[in-house]
């Protein structure tokens, strides 16, 4: 559906987007995740065909963007990081306009009643676009990106500014966009992507850290790599005992306000498995372990273990 191909961008000696590559399959809700800078609208402009690359391709079902550009954008729903919506105009009028700039083919009443009942503006219709609500003009340039019906929407940071009620409400809105249409949608929130998106590009330094199934990615990093241990026994000592175990990387204290029980985080080194030694070791001390489960990496902790290793941080 979206091909990506050794996409490079060069702003001068400064190099944007560095020699990235990734497909979007039709259907895929893509979640484009890198912190401010990362490369993020600048790839996302030269997919829309709002700036060129400095070397690469990138191909919208089957059509290169610079080489068929009117067929490729066809294709394309664009929401850019900052909407372009003409303040003066009122929804109606903008979304009339911008039919016609699309060059639209669709029966023009019914097909802009549809996205307006789907994107809930219709209480909106006829107010002006510089009386509404920043959630509410988020919500026009969706309506905006969805005349033509195109097959494939891109989405920058659409979330941006908007209240927490709001954000629920428009990524619900995505979530059901990503029934019909191939979504790309960016974002410096893992949280966001995570509740979104089934698959995941992560993007640091204009370069590519990890590209995975939402599941994936998570399952990658909590492969039983962090256990949570609760021992009735004096937090310092049992800390050491805990330490001394073969494949234990690291012990953390986390509370020891009970009276003589203490949490620890346990941090373990890829492919070990402690939990009999852990048993017999603290069983020998008449320590009781009173519970211990695996501690899954939050998306947050996997984001900054994959871009600090490659770069030594943001
Ligand atoms: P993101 O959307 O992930 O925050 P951008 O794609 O906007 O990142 O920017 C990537 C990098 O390119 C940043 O370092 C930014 O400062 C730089 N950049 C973006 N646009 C321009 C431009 N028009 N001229 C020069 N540098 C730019
Ligand atoms: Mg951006």
Redo the contacts with the bound molecule.
Sequence with gaps: MIEVKNLTKR?GS?C?VNNISFQVEEGQILGFL?P???????TMNILTGYLSATDGTVTINGHDILEEPNEAKANIGYLPELPPLYMDMTVREYLDFMYDLKKCALPRKKHIAEICKVIKIEDVYNRLIKNLSKGYKQRVGMAQALIGNPPVLILDEPTVGLDPNQIIEIRSLIKALGKHHTVILSSHILSEIEAVCDRIVVINDGKIVADDTTENLTARFSEDRRLQVVVAGPAKETAELIAAIPGVEKVTLQNSKENGVATFAVDIAEGADIRRDLFVRLAQKEWPLLYSKPLAMSLEDIFISLTMGQNGGF
């Excluded at 401010?36 to 600048?42: D, I, R, V």
């Design positions: 702003y400064h944007a890198g401010n800078g990362a490369g993020k609208s600048t």
